[in-house]
T-cell receptor, first 114, second 114 residues
């Protein structure tokens, strides 16, 4: 079964803090995604990538950077965290860019910005 | 825009009762949307429950069914007899057929009581 591992599972930081969320997939998938989910909202796409060194902007990219260092690893960076970024973050991977290919998700990272 | 609206939770039902979770969609920029139900069990990441890519067709998995109704722009999730193990958060989603960016609903938390 495809595996996507996120770390940390929980993170608390202060306003203005620097946070890095990590995601590793062992599926040999080309595509990786970062979503956030807030109460009352669906998952919203922040950034995605179709390979090492590639980055595509999603629907809610403001305040986030991301970097795909290898096929396996995709990082989400919050350089000046704000309380509005308190959320549940999901990483996902898929083999291709077509929607018929299902997404494999990590367990999520709960981030609190105080 | 493109969006999904689903039953607001939480929803609580008793074991062996029937279930319906409503999902309606708006696909203004997607000519032929594909529709999905994802599920997140406690402590796990989201996983695909079922998908339907053709209007008028029905998808099924683990006793759940959903029919893609283009006329009513709906994709309701149904199960005739739920089990305690069905307790989870259910997400409806849509996406274009040629591009793996999904639009998710806000999720419906289901609790099945013994």
């Amino acid at each position: 079964e495809a595996a996507v591992t996120q770390s940390p599972r929980n993170k608390v930081t202060v306003t203005g803090g620097n946070v890095t969320l990590s995601c590793r997939q062992t599926n040999s998938h080309n595509y990786m995604y970062w979503y956030r989910q807030d109460t009352g909202h669906g998952l919203r796409l922040i950034h995605y990538s179709y390979g090492a060194g590639n980055l595509q902007i999603g629907d809610v990219p403001d305040g986030y950077k991301a970097t795909r260092t290898t096929q396996e690893d995709f990082f989400l960076l919050l350089e000046l965290a704000s309380p509005s970024q308190t959320s549940l973050y999901f990483c996902a991977s898929s083999d291709s860019g077509t929607v018929n290919e299902r997404l494999f998700f990590g367990h999520g990272t709960k981030l609190s910005v105080l | 825009g493109d969006s999904v609206t689903q039953t607001e939770g939480p929803v609580t039902v008793s074991e062996s009762e029937s279930l319906i979770i409503n999902c309606t969609y708006s696909a203004t920029s997607i000519a032929y949307p594909n529709l999905f139900w994802y599920v997140r069990y406690p402590g796990e990441g989201l996983q695909l429950l079922l998908k339907v890519i053709t209007a008028g067709q029905k998808g099924s998995s683990r006793g759940f069914e959903a029919t893609y109704n283009k006329e009513t722009t709906s994709f309701h999730l149904q199960k005739a007899s739920v089990q305690e193990s069905d307790s989870a958060v259910y997400y409806c989603a849509l996406g274009p057929s040629n591009y793996n960016v999904l639009y998710f609903g806000s999720g419906t938390k289901l609790t099945v009581e013994p």
